[in-house]
């Protein structure tokens, strides 16, 4: 997603204005979005929510499915319009991230200057006339440390299941078109595992306020028939203009 990530710097940026996102086309090759606990309940009304391995940083992490192959974000239009009611957070906080200081519980605010909407000449400043944070970039330091508190209950939910074997791969085959597609490549919580924890072990995870989310996993994998309908949607639209 992102081209050229860097800290926001007063003296860097002094003269920086952000346009106002009106499209996304930006993300129309995004097949996957990384989502937060907190999103589920509505992220599994429109994708599936699934679990990938980071074997670099010996942890699991969600994510939405917006397609089927790498490249093709099903639910972004010709006109970068996106198809849903829902967009996911890491989106919707495009251009700008938060990374690590070095130090621990630290973060700096870090901005995308490859982005089309970071400009010298249109859009809402960064920093006002007299050198200070603009409301604009208060704001979104306020939505990047939301994100932040989010995405480390994120964790600690992912780090319980993994330590708890809770996850198992995905091997879902489906019907597309006239052939057989399988579905794998990502994780999803054993429900047979789930249903045969020991009493307490299933209070302390719902004193942990993880279930609602788990439920919202669970019935979110029916959402990849919606995938394959509008990937075939789209081919065919695709075969009519040609």
């Not at 208060?138 to 994120?154: A, C, H, I, P, S």
């Not at 045969?196 to 979110?220: C, D, K, Q």
């Amino acid at each position: 997603m992102f081209q050229q990530l860097v800290p926001v710097n007063r003296a860097r940026h002094a003269g920086t204005k952000i346009k106002q996102i009106e499209g996304f086309g930006f993300a129309a090759r995004f097949h996957i979005a990384s989502v937060m606990v907190h999103e589920f309940a509505r992220a599994a009304a429109i994708y599936p929510v699934v679990f990938l391995e980071d074997k670099a940083q010996d942890e699991f992490r969600p994510v939405a499915l917006m397609g089927l192959q790498e490249g093709e974000n099903l639910f972004v239009d010709g006109a970068g319009k996106w198809q849903a009611s829902y967009v996911p957070a890491i989106i919707r906080r495009y251009p700008f991230a938060l990374a690590s200081t070095g130090q621990e519980g630290q973060f700096t605010v870090c901005i995308d200057e490859g982005s089309a909407l970071v400009n010298d000449s249109e859009g809402v400043p960064l920093f006002k006339e007299d050198g200070e944070p603009s409301e604009a970039i208060e704001n979104v330091k306020r939505y990047l440390g939301e994100l932040q508190q989010m995405d480390m209950f994120t964790r600690a939910f992912c780090k319980y299941f993994a330590e708890h074997n809770l996850f198992t791969p995905l091997n879902m085959r489906v019907r597309q078109g006239q052939q057989q597609r399988n579905i794998s490549g990502c994780y999803v919580v054993n429900e047979e595992r789930l249903n045969n924890l020991s009493g307490e072990r299933f209070l302390e995870m719902r004193e942990r306020r993880y279930l609602p989310a788990v439920y919202a996993h669970l019935v979110s994998l029916a959402q990849i028939e919606r995938l394959i309908t509008l990937q075939e949607e789209r081919a065919d639209a695709q075969k009519a203009m040609n």
